[in-house]
């Protein structure tokens, strides 16, 4: 099982990003998939949270601004991210609980993407 994150970039204050997430790989179903972010020098932390029902948790710095969605025939979550801030300034990661064909449920992470707010 893989997770692949894309659509990290460099944008201006008030700006949008939409990042992606797609798993794949011997996969039997998906529970929770999770977006973290990781700035300089901060530790890492749990920005928004979908489960298989679709309900959604945020981190308060990111509510109103961020939205969680998933595409389950896909395998894929996205985090549409609009208003952005210098303060989301981050590598976000994108993180899943797994069960593949012939495995119980495993925490899967994909590798990064790079997301940069400055003008």
């Known amino acids: 099982v893989q997770l692949q994150a894309s659509g990290g970039g460099l944008v201006q204050p008030g700006e949008s990003l939409r990042l992606s997430c797609a798993a794949s790989?011997?996969?039997?179903?998906?529970?929770?998939m999770r977006w973290h972010r990781q700035a300089p020098e901060k530790q890492r932390e749990l920005v928004a949270a979908?489960?298989?029902?679709?309900?959604?948790n945020y981190v308060d710095s990111v509510k109103g601004r961020f939205t969680i969605s998933r595409d389950n025939a896909k395998n894929t979550v996205y985090l549409q991210m609009n208003n952005l801030k210098p303060e989301d300034t981050a590598v976000y990661y994108c993180?899943?609980?797994?069960?593949?064909?012939?495995?119980?449920?495993?925490?899967?992470w994909g590798q990064g993407t790079l997301v940069t707010v400055s003008s």
């Open positions: 993180n899943a609980v797994i069960q593949g064909w012939r495995t119980g449920f495993n925490d899967y």
């Open positions: 790989g011997g996969i039997s179903s998906i529970n929770d």
């Open positions: 979908i489960t298989s029902g679709g309900s959604t």
